[in-house]
């Protein structure tokens, strides 16, 4: 199971874009990597998956180089409201069987 | 996306008594169940990984007769702490995934023993 290494904390500005790097040196050919967002006493919440180079969605963009062994998520123009902890994780497409949580990014968001 | 509904979402119990959680995937079929623990201001913490209609597999350091798993349908999985103690108070999270790639995770649970 491919481990993630993720920086432990990050602060930024509200209005700055924010970059988070995931490192996953040893993720397999069938690993896919997908980040989550969560906030204090709630559950995960889904962000965004990829397998390789660019996914782009309604909140976020997910850029995956070609060898794979890391990947960043990117918060565009962020706001005092997306202040919570980001997990980077690699899952399996052959259905999961098991799901494991690294330390994760704490993201601050300052006015 | 898809809901996963747990419930309750928070608890108080006393010493020795044992409780329930439930958790449910209101709108998709969850083949698999994962269950998590997490104290303040670390990560999640796996617990327990079920499929429907099998025996969950448990991880490391886990007591499968205090943390009892059932996961009798393909929408309803429930985790009972038995003769909880003050250490069990924790947050516990349930995730369901309909296979493939995703998985959606529930509000959590608050326990806390008292």
């Known amino acids: 199971l491919a481990k993630t290494t993720q920086p432990i904390s990050m602060d930024s500005y509200e209005g700055q874009e924010v970059n988070i790097t995931c490192s996953h040196n040893?993720?397999?050919?069938?690993?896919?990597i997908t980040w989550y967002q969560q906030f204090p006493s709630q559950g995960p919440r889904f962000i965004i998956q990829?397998?390789?180079t660019k996914v782009t969605n309604e909140v976020a963009s997910l850029f995956i180089p070609a060898d794979r062994k890391s990947s960043t998520l990117s918060l565009p123009r962020v706001s005092l409201s997306d202040t919570a902890v980001y997990y980077c994780?690699?899952?399996?497409?052959?259905?999961?069987?098991?799901?494991?949580f690294g330390k994760g990014t704490m993201l601050l968001v300052s006015p | 996306g898809a809901v996963v509904s747990q419930h309750p979402s928070w608890v108080i119990c006393k010493s020795g008594t044992s409780v329930k959680i439930e958790c449910r995937s209101l709108?998709?079929?969850?083949?698999?169940m994962f269950w998590y623990r997490q104290f303040p201001k670390q990560s999640l913490m796996l617990m327990a990984t079920?499929?429907?209609?099998?025996?969950?597999?448990?991880e490391q350091g886990v007591e499968k007769d205090k943390f009892l798993i059932n996961h009798a349908s393909l929408t309803l999985s429930t985790l009972t702490v038995t003769s909880a103690h003050p250490e069990d108070s924790s947050f516990y999270i349930c995730?369901?995934?309909?296979?493939?790639?995703?998985?959606?995770f529930g509000q959590g649970t608050r326990l806390t023993v008292v």
């Open positions: 995730s369901a995934s309909p296979g493939g790639t995703e998985a959606f």
């Open positions: 040893n993720i397999a050919t069938n690993d896919y």
């Open positions: 990829g397998y390789k």
């Open positions: 994780l690699v899952v399996g497409n052959s259905g999961y069987s098991t799901l494991t």
């Open positions: 709108d998709f079929q969850a083949t698999t």
């Open positions: 079920s499929n429907e209609g099998s025996k969950a597999t448990y």
